[in-house]
């Protein structure tokens, strides 16, 4: 799998990363079994980066630590190295502030 750094981070991610979102419905409404199957063959094949974003634009900050917290559930991991957010946010008569608490 072709490698390449992310920004400035440092950080080694794949160049293809794997969607696990509504796209084709198996990371939404698929077998849980052939859902461990699909990452475990993502992963044997260099993949270490996995898109699990949500479409929720209500109350951008509190959809966004909910969004991590199922993720981190989800995924059975206390941390991620990235969150990456891949969509434009704007909210009609007002600007929300996102933070990054460590």
Do not use: K, W
């Not at 917290?69 to 957010?85: G, K, P």
């Amino acid at each position: 799998m072709e490698m390449r750094v992310f920004g400035r981070t440092g950080m080694q991610l794949s160049v293809l990363a794997f969607g696990c979102g509504a796209v084709g419905g198996l990371m939404v409404r698929g077998d849980p079994l052939d859902q461990e199957r699909a990452i475990a063959r993502a992963i044997a094949a260099g993949v270490n980066y996995f898109d699990t974003a949500v479409h929720s634009f209500n109350q951008i900050a509190d959809a966004v630590a909910a969004s991590l917290e199922h993720n981190l559930m989800r995924l059975r991991r206390d941390r991620v190295d990235i969150f990456h957010l891949h969509n434009a946010i704007s909210e009609a008569g007002g600007g929300e502030t996102l933070s990054v608490q460590q």
